[in-house]
């Protein structure tokens, strides 16, 4: 994907985490870039690191009302880089494995749900393991006809991590993500679209382009009327109805304090266009 967004002013040509996981701030949307394309946007733990920081800020900062998940090169990301880890121990702890993956994979597709802003996801290539968990994490997937998505684990022996077998049941179903995770086979972004795993396939060239018109009309949506929502959606399959419908008053309860809310009333009332300022 060419990049044409405005560089963050603190980047460094070096191969820290802020060089390779880019960032800027345009128009109320805070783009989050996987820069490293010649390994394929695999992620280290910093630049796994600096993922989680930045998708935390942008719950925070007030001028940031959308966020925009994607990279450069042919790869939106490989999975995790697993070429400068350290060598394995000479006896393995007990509960090691699972708390690296509870500090690690689990944290980043955490931040991606949890995040306060709506999140979208511009898969420009190849989307593999956590990369694609990553990407299915996001509340809206806009998708290159290049990109393609791999469930990768079992073709090494491993069973998934980075919450795909909580993600895939809840967007798919479990007998579609049981083959998906069964076989691992490369699922290609018109297929994905197909079993309801992305929004929307465009163009290679017309990616970007598209992800910011999405998400520049999120960004100029009621913020925390998007919030309330995506926490209503994203725990909707965790509860039973009771449980459901007490927090959908709740975030009615909650949402009718804030600007916005008051703003879409009275542009109702007045017969006009709403402008909402995210407050």
Not at 122 to 140: E, F, R, Y
Not at 226 to 240: E, F, Q, Y
């Amino acid at each position: 994907m060419t990049d044409s967004r405005p560089r963050d002013p603190e980047e460094s040509p070096d191969d820290s985490a802020e060089s390779v996981v880019r960032h800027a701030t345009d128009n109320g949307v805070s783009w989050i870039t996987l820069d490293r394309p010649r390994a394929m946007n695999a992620l280290t733990w910093d630049q796994r690191e600096r993922l989680i920081g930045l998708l935390d800020a942008a719950s925070a900062d007030p001028d940031v009302r959308a966020v925009v998940l994607t990279a450069t090169g042919r790869a939106f990301c490989a999975g995790a880089d697993l070429s400068g880890g350290a060598a394995a121990p000479a006896e393995r702890v007990a509960g090691d494995v699972a708390r690296t993956i509870r500090r690690g994979a689990q944290r980043l597709v955490a931040a991606v749900l949890d995040c306060e802003k709506p999140v979208l996801a511009a898969v420009n290539g190849t989307a593999a393991g956590i990369g694609a968990h990553l990407a299915l994490a996001c509340d809206l997937v806009l998708a290159s006809d290049r990109a393609r998505f791999i469930e990768v684990f079992v073709r090494r022996g491993l069973v998934p991590d980075g919450g795909g077998a909580y993600l895939l049941p809840r967007l798919i179903g479990p007998q579609r993500a049981k083959e998906l995770l069964f076989f691992g086979d490369d699922l290609p972004a018109a297929e994905a679209e197909r079993l309801g795993l992305v929004n929307r396939v465009v163009p290679a060239a017309e990616l970007e382009a598209i992800a910011r018109a999405w998400a520049e009309r999120l960004a100029a949506s009621p913020t925390r009327a998007l919030a309330l929502t995506k926490h209503l959606v994203n725990t909707s399959l965790d509860g039973d109805r009771a449980s459901a419908f007490a927090a959908e008053a709740a975030a009615q309860e909650i949402n009718m304090t804030t600007d916005d809310a008051q703003e879409g009333v009275r542009s109702f009332v007045e017969r006009r266009p709403p402008h909402f300022r995210g407050r």
